[in-house]
């Protein structure tokens, strides 16, 4: 199993708190041993392989919320503690520039995580938010400005529960979409939007 960039500053601690909490307390030894379990339950990184052709989500989780902004839709997908916390590229793209927005730290799955701290990947002509919650202090981007992604190809992680958003290109309209209020995605694999596009292959596993 493969992990995020950065598992052991949450999992080691833990750790090597194992060993000298057994003399204190099998129990407390257990619970530190249960907690680096988990962060490493929390930080993996499966391989995917992205369909044929289509857009694809970002994130795993469930959509939250699909709304239209002008002339464009915005797929919201909220990440629950034990989904896979790696976001991806949603299409072959170029990354134009990357964003950091200061703002608060509110449930995820609320509409005032909106003002939550978030950082903006945007392409030419569509955009992929990661968007932080209570728990998610931490967004890492894997990438910068003119990278080069394909579809599927990670692009960054969200620390401990919290949101994604997808931009979608502006000719994409609600007849495209792929996906409903409720569904649960799976990042680099399920298609949200049809993109009008064919595919000659898979890319094969990112």
């Given amino acids: 199993m493969d992990f995020a960039p950065g598992v052991?500053?949450?999992a080691l601690p833990p750790?090597?708190?194992?060993f000298p909490a057994f003399v204190v307390s099998p129990t407390l030894s257990l619970l530190f041993l249960a907690a680096a379990g988990a962060t490493l339950f929390f930080f993996r990184d499966p391989e995917r392989t992205p369909p044929f052709s289509g857009i694809v989500s970002p994130a795993d989780g469930t959509i939250s919320e699909i709304r239209t902004e002008g002339d464009r839709i915005r797929v919201c997908i909220f990440m629950n503690v034990h989904d896979v916390h790696v976001v991806r590229s949603p299409d072959d793209a170029v990354v134009e520039s990357i964003e950091h927005e200061s703002g608060g730290y509110r449930p995820a799955f609320s509409k005032d995580s909106d003002r939550n701290e978030k950082v903006h990947v945007r392409f030419s002509d569509s955009e992929v938010t990661l968007i932080a919650g209570v728990f998610a202090r931490r967004i890492t981007p894997y990438v910068e400005a003119g990278d080069e992604l394909e579809r599927g190809e990670r692009?960054?992680?969200?620390?401990?529960g919290s949101r994604v958003?997808?931009?979608?290109p502006p000719e994409i309209d609600h007849a495209d979409l792929q996906v409903e209020h409720g569904?649960?995605?799976t990042a680099g694999e399920t298609a949200i939007a049809d993109d009008g596009t064919t595919g000659d292959m898979e890319w094969g596993s990112q």
């Avoid at 958003?165 to 979608?168: I, Q, R, S, Y």
């Fill in 8 to 10: 052991w500053w949450y």
């Fill in 15 to 18: 750790l090597l708190l194992v």
């Fill in 155 to 160: 692009l960054g992680h969200i620390a401990f």
């Fill in 165 to 168: 958003d997808a931009l979608l």
């Fill in 183 to 185: 569904e649960k995605v």
